[in-house]
């Protein structure tokens, strides 16, 4: 039975943005793009790494929502994004990214008004691995975890999809390396269709 709620994580799963927040991060003194990107790879977040190299975050987050056209959308996402919309399922997305961040990149790619809710570090205390910020955004759709998915690309979001008890697509095209458990592998954006 195909799920009635999709939430989405960002980084890694709808955009590839590593590259943008590298060359943001650079842009604003944060030295190269190559080492900001090698360290975010690593792991490091980005909030983190503007911290670390003393960059304010009202000059990090002015100059990522001046350049957010460039930030790079994986493949087929506004076309999957329109036929879930079309079906009428209920969508979201679920980030750890604070909401100064994520809401006006989401403005520049045109995509605010895609999704019914989201949540981000700005509007729910909890942080991923916790269920909190899925069963927040299910709450809003008013949808029961068992008819949700949850969809990202890194074992924080496969921990918070499972205590959370809904469904995990991971992203394979993102960033993180292994396939959890009991995770349904998507190879493309538009894999999700066939959930």
Known sequence: MAPKALL?????TIWNSY????????????GSAAAAEKKLRCGE??????????????????????????AMLFPGVYDTLAVIKRRKNAIGVVTSLPGRLANPILNALSLDTTFDVVIHAGNCRYRKPSPGPITAALSVMNIAPCSAFYVGDTDSDARAAAAAHTGFAWASYGY?????????PLRTFKDVLEL
């Open 8 to 12: 989405f994580d960002l980084d890694g």
């Open 19 to 30: 590259p943008f927040y590298s060359a943001c991060l650079a842009a604003s003194g944060g």
């Open 45 to 70: 977040s980005v909030v983190n790494l503007c911290r670390s190299l003393r960059i304010p975050d009202a000059r990090f987050c002015s100059l990522c929502a001046k350049n957010a056209s460039s």
């Open 176 to 184: 993180g390396t292994t396939c959890p458990p009991d995770a349904v």
